[in-house]
T-cell receptor
Framework: GENVEQHPSTLSVQEGDSAVIKCTYS??????FPWYKQELGKRPQLIID?????GEKKDQRIAVTLNKTAKHFSLHITETQPEDSAVYFC????????????FGGGTRVLVKP | EAQVTQNPRYLITVTGKKLTVTCSQN?????MSWYRQDPGLGLRQIYY???????DKGDVPEGYKVSRKEKRNFPLILESPSPNQTSLYFC?????????????FGEGSRLTVL
């Protein structure tokens, strides 16, 4: 089955700096890659996703890049703010496999003011 | 308000005492799923359901049961809980059953098995 590895497990950045989280996946058939943000004590919520026919996608200060050849994808947060402090999860799925979404282990991001 | 509701939110129980965590969604979603969250392991899928009366195992189904008798409800059953099932559990639903739709999560149920 699919295996998703996520790095780093913790990330501390100064407010205003950029944060980058990287994920690798094992199944070359995976074609959907969402990112979820989980604030402390809250539920995970989708912040951005990308599909295999796209190499990059941006939404304000958040961007995701996908390299299908290398089987890795990354989340980039620019101009970080204290409200970006949270745990971020990457995930991968194969659309034909009945919505079997596999998550990475998570990255705890702390933005220091 | 569109939501996924789980109950109970917190539960402390003892080994072997059967328990059920309920999950209900009001978005008419066909797909529902259960995850457990443990530190460093991310979210691991326990069971999922593509539609009424259709359920399938996820990555960590041992010790759990589910049922999907109605579209809106997807309870998680622990027939004989053990301490290694101490975890934070999330129910989620999605409009898409093809693996590419946004998952809407419940608020989570923190279970402690003594």
């Amino acid at each position: 089955g699919e295996n998703v590895e996520q790095h780093p497990s913790t990330l501390s950045v100064q407010e205003g700096d950029s944060a980058v989280i990287k994920c690798t996946y094992s199944d070359s058939a995976s074609n959907y890659f969402p990112w979820y943000k989980q604030e402390l004590g809250k539920r995970p919520q989708l912040i951005i996703d990308i599909r295999s026919n796209v190499g990059e996608k941006k939404d304000q200060r958040i961007a995701v890049t996908l390299n299908k050849t290398a089987k890795h994808f990354s989340l980039h947060i620019t101009e970080t703010q204290p409200e970006d402090s949270a745990v971020y999860f990457c995930a991968a799925s194969i659309s034909a496999a009945g919505n079997k979404l596999t998550f990475g282990g998570g990255t705890r991001v702390l933005v220091k003011p | 308000e569109a939501q996924v509701t789980q109950n109970p939110r917190y539960l402390i129980t003892v080994t072997g005492k059967k328990l059920t965590v309920t999950c209900s969604q009001n978005m008419n979603h066909e797909y529902m799923s259960w995850y457990r969250q443990d530190p460093g392991l991310g979210l691991r899928q326990i069971y999922y359901s593509m539609n009424v009366e259709v359920t399938d195992k996820g990555d960590v189904p041992e010790g759990y049961k589910v049922s999907r008798k109605e579209k809106r409800n997807f309870p998680l059953i622990l027939e004989s809980p053990s301490p290694n099932q101490t975890s934070l559990y999330f129910c989620a639903s999605s409009f898409s059953s093809g693996g590419t739709g946004e998952l809407f999560f419940g608020e989570g149920s923190r279970l402690t098995v003594l």
